[in-house]
């Protein structure tokens, strides 16, 4: 009963959606895990580009049913608009299933979440303001509303009718804000329950029951390793665990059913919204990577912070997501840079030091470097390393050398043909590798 699960090794935009595409074809459920429409991925078929936030990618495949598990975040009206988008384009949304424990992001948590962000300004997290920290706020304090919950409105009204008034409270007495109506809350929340009534049901037994009959299941994670709410750089994280250990507690899975776990990352970092960056470049090649890298966020259409690849936290992130191989993202991207750096470690008031680090630490810490020579060839023809320029076979041994597991795929392009594999490497765990269950095939690409 194979179950693998895709998670970013950085802070999220790795490009995860390209890998969950390339073994679409030996999936029958792709299940969501964390985040909510916070997160975001652009899909490409032929002409047609189409941005997804919340339903799984894995919908542009036919075969494949997408699922949005019990640890996801769900604004309902993302949900919909997304089905309806879906549906005009003449995509099946009808294979939607969503948890009924899923949280519900409400109204009120969108409005709670806007309104701190916009009280602390550049002082922020710099969220996304989707509501998603006040959504699990609510969930760990017991307070929230549950996807199922939007099934029963007399229930959920008698629940609202409790929660509301502090919610009220906070934006009008805090931030000034007009506060919500209860029965306008509640006709809203369960005309959202009419409609997706028949998507909502308990997953966890969907992938148990598709794990039993034998069946690939995926799990797919949003943000990545250092957005992670315990292991990510903190306060400066989102409010979920993205991790792959998320994959069993927001999939419905034990963590001997994972198979096996795909880190994905990118030639370079980025880093959308505050917090402590090391690498970043505020310079040339920090446009060069914005700019050929087109990294604009899909959510909130706001500039990527670019930077050189850091592999401090590298080792870290392989051990905690039990990483069995690992996909490169963009590695095209660098071509035309006289030289590339990277990342190694940090020192601290000049003395080294190993991830995790304080958070007052990272703040001042100085990136010790490897510089490597650049290349000038377009790679996004290429398709074996023996056709690499020698300098980016090179930076993906180094690469490879640092995280302590193998390498075993290299992108080179948004497209699913323009994908490097690098056959025959050996697994730390001896476990089965993807490679017989990849599809090269053209398009669609998902960036
Ligand atoms: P939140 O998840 O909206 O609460 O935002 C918390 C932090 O995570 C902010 O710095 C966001 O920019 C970042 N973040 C959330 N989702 C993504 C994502 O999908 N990619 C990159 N950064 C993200």
């Not at 542009?60 to 608009?81: D, E, Y």
């Not at 003395?351 to 490897?370: D, N």
Request: proline residues 6%.
């Amino acid at each position: 009963m194979p179950a693998t699960v895709v998670v970013g090794l950085q802070w999220g935009d790795e490009g995860k959606g390209k890998t969950t595409d390339l073994l679409a074809a030996s999936v029958s459920l792709v299940v969501r895990y964390q985040g909510g429409d916070n997160a975001g991925h652009t899909v490409v078929i032929g002409d047609e580009v189409f941005k997804l936030h919340l339903v799984p990618s894995g919908v542009l495949h036919p075969h494949i049913t997408p699922v949005i598990g019990n640890g996801v975040v769900v604004n309902p009206k993302t949900l919909l608009t997304e089905m309806a988008m879906l549906a005009e384009r003449g995509i099946d949304p009808s294979r939607i299933r969503v948890s009924r424990a899923a949280h519900v992001i409400m109204p009120y948590h969108v409005a709670l979440d806007g309104a701190a962000e916009a009280r602390l300004a550049s002082d922020g997290l710099g969220t996304t303001r989707r509501g998603i920290g006040p959504t699990y706020a609510d969930r760990s304090a017991r307070l929230g509303i549950r996807m199922g919950d939007l099934l029963e409105p007399e229930a959920l009204r008698q629940r609202l009718a409790r929660i509301l008034p502090e919610r009220n409270a906070i934006l009008v007495d805090a931030y000034g804000q007009p506060a919500f109506v209860l029965d306008d809350l509640v006709a809203e929340a369960a005309s959202w329950g009419e409609r997706l009534r028949p998507h909502i049901v308990d997953t966890t037994t969907l992938v148990q029951d598709a794990l039993e009959r034998g069946e690939h299941v995926l799990l797919e994670g949003a943000q990545g390793t250092l957005l992670d709410l315990d292991h990510g750089t903190y306060p400066y994280v989102t409010s979920s665990n993205p991790i792959a250990g998320g994959a069993c507690t927001g999939g419905g899975i034990g963590p001997l059913q994972v198979d096996q776990v795909i880190g994905v990352m990118k030639a370079y970092s980025t880093r959308v919204g505050t917090g402590p960056f090391p690498t970043e470049l505020d310079d040339v090649t920090g446009r060069h990577l914005l700019e050929k890298g087109h990294e604009f966020g899909t959510t909130t259409g706001r500039q990527r912070r670019c930077g050189w690849f850091d592999a401090a936290p590298l080792r870290m992130a392989v051990a905690i997501n039990s990483v069995s191989s690992i996909m490169v993202n963009k590695l095209d991207i660098l071509s035309g840079l006289p030289e590339i750096r990277l990342c190694t470690g940090y020192a601290v008031d000049g003395a080294p030091v190993r991830w995790p680090v304080p958070l007052t630490e990272l703040e001042r810490a100085t990136p010790i470097y490897r510089t490597f020579p650049g290349w000038d060839a377009d790679l996004t023809d290429v398709r074996r390393m023996v056709d690499l320029p020698a300098e980016a076979a090179a930076y993906v041994d180094a690469l490879e050398e640092l995280a302590g597991v193998p390498i075993t795929l290299v992108s080179v392009g948004p497209e699913r043909t323009q994908t490097i594999v690098r056959t025959g490497r050996v697994q730390p765990t001896g476990r089965r590798s993807t490679e017989h269950a990849l599809d090269l095939r053209v398009a669609p690409a998902i960036g």
